[in-house]
């Protein structure tokens, strides 16, 4: 279970799976999830609950990965907190928008043909005047291609040009050049009537994720990344 810190308002814990223990990690403590309900007027949890939500996050399948898209989402915001204090600008840049996996299923749906979207983080990027908007999938290569290739079709019956542009995010080079392969095979040649790119994680940059590491995927290009 979660121990508790000398932080009043954060809960230290560790996952304890596969006969191993993951990092150390942070969450929302008791004294901060009731002052969060209070700033949202809502009602505060009980110290039962809140300690079985933690429980329940500790032991969470898909915590590895929300941490990733996190720190994809992070990575972008501190850019630009740090791009925005060295040019002393006084104009919005970088990360000034950033949806959650749920947000973006109740959000990005058509009542017409049920067609729901359901990215892992949906981000808005300013800078200099331009505005980006893009739905993030991030990949760790535990899932088969063929089903990650597959969302694509929910993306061109979504009007998904119109909102921004689609990014996959893997873990590895080799993955991202798998990746780009299967989207030839999945398309056919067709045009998916939206912007893709790919990046692949093992390849750092000091700008992270706001650095020139994306590779646009066409029907024309293939596996040919051009960053």
Not at 72 to 83: M, N, S, V
Not at 199 to 222: C, E, F, K, Q
Request: with cysteine.
């Amino acid at each position: 279970p979660p121990r508790s810190t000398l932080f009043p308002y954060t809960t230290l814990f560790r996952s304890y799976t596969g006969g191993g223990t993951s990092q150390t990690r942070y969450a929302l403590g008791y004294l901060g999830a009731r002052l969060i309900a209070a700033q949202r007027a809502e009602k505060p949890p009980t110290p039962k609950g809140h300690s079985e939500s933690l429980e329940r996050l500790g032991m969470w399948p898909k915590l590895r990965h929300q941490l990733g898209v996190n720190d994809f989402f992070c990575a972008l915001a501190a850019y630009g907190r740090r791009h925005h204090e060295r040019t002393r600008g006084d104009n919005m840049s970088g990360l000034t928008q950033w949806w959650s996996e749920r947000r973006c299923v109740e959000f990005f749906w058509t009542g017409s043909n049920d067609v729901r979207l359901r990215p892992d983080g949906y981000g808005c990027w300013e800078e200099r005047g331009r505005v980006v908007r893009f739905f993030l999938e991030h990949d760790t290569g535990t899932e088969p291609l063929t089903k990650v290739t597959g969302k694509i079709a929910a993306y061109s019956a979504f009007p998904t040009d119109r909102f921004g542009v689609l990014l996959f995010s893997v873990h590895s080079t080799k993955r991202e050049i798998a990746l780009r392969t299967a989207l030839c095979r999945e398309l056919a040649g067709d045009d998916p009537g939206f912007v893709i790119a790919t990046a692949a994680r093992d390849l750092s940059h000091p700008d992270g994720p706001a650095g020139p590491i994306w590779g646009l995927w066409t029907p024309r290009n293939g596996d040919t990344v051009s960053h």
